[in-house]
């Protein structure tokens, strides 16, 4: 195998991996929990690899067999010379709630500065034949977001996800555009203008490597980083079937919040928004004021939390846990037990203490917060 000449060490087996033929996000996730490090997992025999959760002769010979580190090595220096970033599971760039999705890149390629962790982000999206009533609550969902303090991700396709972004450009704050090819190009090429604002007030991010074209097949894919990097999704338009009715399929997955906007009865572009509701697959919405009540964004002021210790006695755990929530605010369990660095079995049972003690409440979506 031959050694790296780039400075990404990191990001060069990692994506090595990724290129390995049979080996998924899944997989090499159960590689790296195995092994420790993709270096190591390059540097083992098939039959060691076979101790893995998951792997077959067929996927141990193709990792013992890869041929493909000097394009590898390629892809890398491209990013060095054209300031893109690669941002690795194991980066503290990476997208802390994404992360903790099963079926997440190992690596995403990122242009621009956006916190792809920031305190509140919320995925808009919607379809590419927008209405006249789609175009303007997409621009005021937006601009309440804005309000909000959230960074807005969308797909940069044409109609509800190219309104969002351009609206979130027009209130000054951070938007994220997911693509579903590389970064040597842009689909479509309409949106390059904003594009290149995006980059200096927010991001472009995908998974896939240059001269990837946007196949049909990568849209899917795309949608599930749509869906996993954010707190909600909001639908605005959608019919039956497609891309948004995917990402929020994938959301509910991930035990994100989704909401939807209601459309005319009978309208094609309202049929799936409205399929969401009645199947109680996403809130109803209309307007930001149900995302910040859904998502505990627009509490009353709360009076410290030290006042109630007072009458308390707390554990050493319980704590470290008030104090992460204190820092944090609303937190996902999951990010909750990273920030804390406990199993999610003892914090869930310190939670369960802390809320019969009135210290801590729970929220839709796996959220708690201090009461």
């Known amino acids: 195998m031959p050694a790296p000449v780039t400075d990404f060490d990191e990001a060069y087996y990692l994506l090595a991996l990724c290129n390995t033929d049979g080996i998924g996000p899944a997989t090499a996730r159960k590689l790296l929990r195995k092994f420790g490090t993709a270096e190591e997992v390059f540097r083992l025999k098939p039959h060691d690899l076979m101790q893995a959760s998951g792997m077959n002769p067929g996927r141990a010979s193709a990792i013992a067999r890869f041929k493909g580190f000097d394009a590898v090595e390629r892809e890398l220096k491209w990013c060095a010379d054209h300031r893109v970033r690669p941002v690795t599971v194991l980066d503290s760039a990476y997208p802390n709630r994404l992360r903790h999705c099963e079926d997440a890149p190992l690596v995403l390629f990122m242009r621009g500065n956006a916190d792809l962790s920031a305190p509140r982000m ?4 919607g379809t590419r034949r927008v209405t006249d009533y789609g175009r303007r609550m997409a621009r005021e969902i937006t601009e309440h977001l804005a309000a909000y303090g959230a960074v807005v991700v969308s797909g ?3 109609g509800v996800d190219i309104e969002a972004h351009k609206t979130a450009l ?35 991010i995908t998974e896939f490597t240059t001269d990837t074209k946007p196949d049909r097949e990568n849209f899917p894919m795309r949608n599930r980083i749509v869906a996993g990097m954010v707190d909600a999704v909001i639908v605005i338009e ?6 948004s009715m995917i990402t929020a399929d994938l959301a509910n997955g991930y035990s994100r919040d989704v909401f939807a906007v209601p459309g005319r009865i009978g309208d094609d572009r309202s049929e799936g928004c409205n399929k969401l509701i009645k199947s ?25 939390p030290a006042q ?23 937190v996902q369990i999951d990010e909750l037990c990273l920030k804390a660095g406990m199993p999610v079995s003892a914090v869930t049972v310190h939670l369960l203490n802390l809320e019969l003690n009135g210290l801590v409440r729970s929220r839709p979506g796996k959220i708690f917060a201090l009461s």
């Open 122 to 125: 919320v995925s808009v999206v």
């Open 156 to 158: 940069m396709a044409y």
């Open 170 to 204: 027009d209130c000054g704050v951070p938007t994220v555009g997911v693509l579903a090819h590389g970064l040597n190009r842009l689909y479509p090429s309409a949106h390059a203008e904003y594009a290149a604002e995006m980059v200096k007030n927010g991001a472009l």
């Open 238 to 243: 959608s019919g039956a079937s497609g891309g």
């Open 280 to 304: 109680q697959r996403a809130h109803l919405v209309e307007s930001v004021r149900d995302v910040g009540y859904i998502m505990g964004w627009d509490l009353p002021e709360k009076k410290p």
């Open 308 to 330: 109630q210790k007072i009458f308390t006695e707390l554990s050493p755990a319980e704590e470290i846990i008030t104090e992460c929530l204190r820092e944090s605010g609303p």
